[in-house]
């Protein structure tokens, strides 16, 4: 089935009775060339791309609740390609390119929106950070503009600019950041692989690994034992839990992450704004309501909630910023499960364990790499090289000391970040 | 979430720096091998439920503190001064 204007039209005046399930419910097959344990964003879009850049067909996604069911539901929605440091930028500068031709390459529509990033300075030491960090964007072949406040206030006119504490000097816009619906890069990813032959085996949930003279043949399932050449683990903040089954521990805490969201409002919001000294970012989804977030609450957690401090910290945040928000009514809030490592950057490689791949470590900015990491975890699982976007995100880097990846510049030891 | 220093009483989590894994207790010899250092700096059991952690009672009494705490519902089982459970071993 074909997504068009032409059959929306169609289906439109027939009642809508020819829309057919996105992806079929396969039953498990007792051996894959490769399987995918994780079905959110990063394991989706690895399934699609083995399918799709490498022929690769004979594989499957195990996900043990339901497809789009944990962050890849759940989360801010923004991208962007920002980045600094070596190693990253060209990273998230490759995703950021797939994102804007993910619509047509997937023929679903995960409307993926431009509509500008701003991140606010407060002082000059700030500004010379955010002018170094626009020339390495535009380095990079990103877009960055300097904004002084005059020029903020062009875009933002809504903002508190006299904040007492952290008067706004100016901003670093990116014009091509923006938002995406995240469900349906989720289920975009799903239907592109499930196209392609990739069985979707949903409510599987992994409970062993198989391993033998240090070679992965399989994993033990709910839904019984599959096995397999190649195995990648995509699980995100549960990486502790799954790595332990094949003898590993990680560099990972699980940590919550907090968001919100209004009731919907009229359009008020037209960009992606983050305010870093307050830990405050926020951007208006096209259903209307205000999306906005900040920092960890700061230990660790698998609770799926986060706690009163960090919410009130929030919202207290967003009031001295932009005031005229004071009167939204916050509809929901959530915690998500963030997988953070030692320096805040990803991991994307091989394990001790011939076979086994490991993609995690994406602390709380997966979203935006949903692309691009699936496209250099499925490279790596089937030629067993590196990408050139991702060869950075080595496992090993903590315990060598060799090019880690500190983005923020606060340290590279759990609870930095 | 609250916690109840030994010395201070229930006090809400404000109060209170997390730092991490009670790894930290167990820092290795100075001339361990790189794989012990690794394991101690950056390498985490990061379990789904009960596991010890060091807190410091940083608005309050100042106290290092050893708290058990269940990470799957935010449960605190125990709390202890952590000069207490470094004693205690020895």
């Given at each position: 089935?074909?997504?068009s204007?032409?059959?929306?039209l169609?289906?439109?005046?027939?009642?809508?009775k020819?829309?057919?399930?996105?992806?079929?419910?396969p039953?498990p097959?007792?051996?894959?060339?490769a399987i995918?344990?994780?079905?959110?964003?990063?394991?989706?879009?690895?399934?699609?791309?083995?399918?799709?850049?490498?022929?690769?067909t004979?594989?499957?996604?195990?996900?043990?609740?339901?497809?789009?069911?944990?962050?890849?539901?759940r989360?801010?929605?923004i991208?962007r390609?920002?980045?600094?440091l070596?190693?990253?930028?060209?990273?998230?500068?490759?995703?950021?390119?797939l994102?804007?031709?993910?619509?047509?390459?997937?023929?679903?529509?995960?409307?993926?929106?431009?509509?500008?990033?701003?991140?606010?300075?407060?002082?000059?030491?700030q500004?010379d950070?955010?002018?170094?960090?626009?020339n390495?964007?535009?380095?990079?072949?990103?877009?960055?503009?300097?904004?002084d406040?005059?020029?903020?206030?062009?875009?933002?006119?809504?903002?508190?600019?006299?904040?007492?504490?952290?008067?706004?000097?100016?901003?670093?816009?990116?014009?091509?950041?923006?938002?995406?619906?995240?469900?349906?890069v989720?289920?975009?990813?799903?239907?592109?692989?499930d196209?392609?032959g990739?069985?979707?085996?949903?409510?599987?949930e992994?409970?062993?690994?198989?391993?033998?003279?240090?070679?992965?043949?399989g994993?033990?399932?709910?839904?019984?034992a599959i096995?397999a050449?190649?195995?990648g683990?995509?699980v995100?903040?549960?990486?502790?839990?799954?790595?332990?089954?094949?003898?590993?521990?990680?560099?990972?805490?699980s940590?919550v992450l907090?968001?919100?969201?209004?009731?919907g409002l009229k359009?008020?919001?037209?960009?992606v704004?983050?305010?870093?000294?307050?830990?405050?970012y926020?951007?208006?989804?096209?259903?209307?309501?205000?999306v906005?977030?900040g920092?960890?609450?700061?230990?660790?957690?698998?609770?799926s909630?986060?706690?009163?401090?960090?919410?009130e910290?929030?919202?207290?945040?967003?009031m001295?910023?932009?005031?005229?928000?004071?009167k939204?009514?916050?509809?929901?809030?959530w915690?998500?499960?963030m997988d953070?490592?030692p320096?805040?950057?990803?991991?994307?490689?091989?394990t001790?364990?011939?076979g086994?791949?490991?993609?995690?470590?994406?602390?709380?900015g997966?979203f935006k790499a949903?692309?691009?990491?699936?496209y250099?975890?499925?490279?790596?699982?089937?030629t067993?090289?590196?990408?050139e976007?991702?060869?950075?995100?080595?496992?090993?880097?903590f315990r060598?000391?060799?090019?880690i990846?500190?983005e923020?510049?606060?340290?590279?030891?759990?609870?930095?970040? | 979430?609250?916690?109840?220093?030994p010395i201070?009483?229930?006090?809400?989590?404000r109060?209170f720096?997390?730092?991490?894994?009670?790894i930290?207790?167990?820092?290795?010899a100075?001339?361990?091998?790189a794989?012990?250092?690794?394991?101690?700096?950056?390498?985490?059991?990061n379990?789904?439920?009960?596991r010890?952690?060091?807190w410091?009672?940083e608005?309050?009494?100042?106290s290092?503190?050893?708290?058990?705490?269940?990470?799957s519902?935010?449960?605190?089982?125990?709390?202890a001064?952590?000069?207490?459970?470094?004693?205690?071993?020895?």
């Amino acid at each position: 089935m074909k997504f068009s204007g032409l059959r929306v039209l169609k289906e439109g005046l027939t009642g809508n009775k020819g829309w057919t399930p996105h992806w079929r419910d396969p039953e498990p097959k007792a051996e894959y060339d490769a399987i995918i344990i994780g079905g959110g964003g990063h394991g989706l879009s690895t399934a699609y791309y083995l399918a799709k850049n490498h022929g690769m067909t004979n594989i499957a996604v195990l996900e043990k609740g339901y497809i789009g069911s944990g962050n890849i539901g759940r989360n801010t929605t923004i991208v962007r390609a920002n980045y600094f440091l070596p190693g990253n930028s060209e990273f998230y500068s490759h995703s950021l390119k797939l994102w804007e031709g993910l619509e047509e390459d997937l023929n679903y529509n995960v409307m993926h929106s431009g509509r500008g990033m701003i991140n606010l300075f407060h002082s000059d030491g700030q500004r010379d950070a955010f002018a170094r960090r626009g020339n390495a964007m535009i380095n990079q072949g990103d877009d960055a503009i300097l904004l002084d406040r005059e020029g903020v206030r062009k875009h933002l006119p809504y903002l508190d600019f006299e904040n007492t504490r952290f008067p706004i000097y100016g901003g670093l816009l990116h014009p091509r950041g923006g938002t995406a619906r995240h469900d349906a890069v989720a289920w975009g990813y799903a239907r592109g692989a499930d196209r392609r032959g990739v069985d979707l085996l949903q409510n599987c949930e992994v409970m062993g690994s198989d391993i033998e003279n240090g070679v992965v043949r399989g994993v033990q399932t709910t839904r019984g034992a599959i096995r397999a050449k190649k195995v990648g683990i995509v699980v995100a903040g549960r990486s502790g839990q799954v790595a332990a089954m094949a003898g590993m521990r990680l560099p990972i805490e699980s940590h919550v992450l907090q968001a919100f969201v209004t009731e919907g409002l009229k359009p008020c919001i037209d960009h992606v704004v983050t305010y870093g000294m307050g830990h405050f970012y926020i951007s208006q989804s096209d259903k209307g309501g205000l999306v906005f977030g900040g920092d960890l609450d700061f230990y660790a957690s698998y609770a799926s909630r986060g706690n009163l401090p960090t919410a009130e910290h929030v919202m207290e945040a967003g009031m001295t910023l932009m005031p005229m928000i004071g009167k939204a009514k916050l509809l929901r809030s959530w915690g998500g499960i963030m997988d953070m490592t030692p320096d805040g950057s990803p991991i994307i490689d091989k394990t001790d364990t011939e076979g086994l791949f490991i993609d995690c470590g994406w602390c709380y900015g997966g979203f935006k790499a949903v692309p691009a990491s699936g496209y250099a975890f499925a490279h790596l699982m089937a030629t067993g090289q590196h990408h050139e976007t991702a060869s950075a995100f080595r496992l090993d880097r903590f315990r060598t000391g060799r090019g880690i990846l500190d983005e923020e510049g606060t340290g590279s030891q759990h609870n930095l970040h | 979430m609250r916690l109840t220093c030994p010395i201070c009483g229930a006090r809400d989590r404000r109060e209170f720096y997390y730092q991490g894994d009670a790894i930290a207790l167990d820092r290795p010899a100075p001339d361990a091998d790189a794989a012990a250092w690794d394991g101690y700096v950056h390498l985490r059991d990061n379990p789904a439920g009960v596991r010890r952690e060091l807190w410091h009672h940083e608005a309050g009494c100042g106290s290092w503190l050893v708290v058990e705490r269940d990470t799957s519902t935010h449960e605190v089982h125990s709390v202890a001064l952590a000069v207490d459970v470094a004693e205690a071993r020895g």
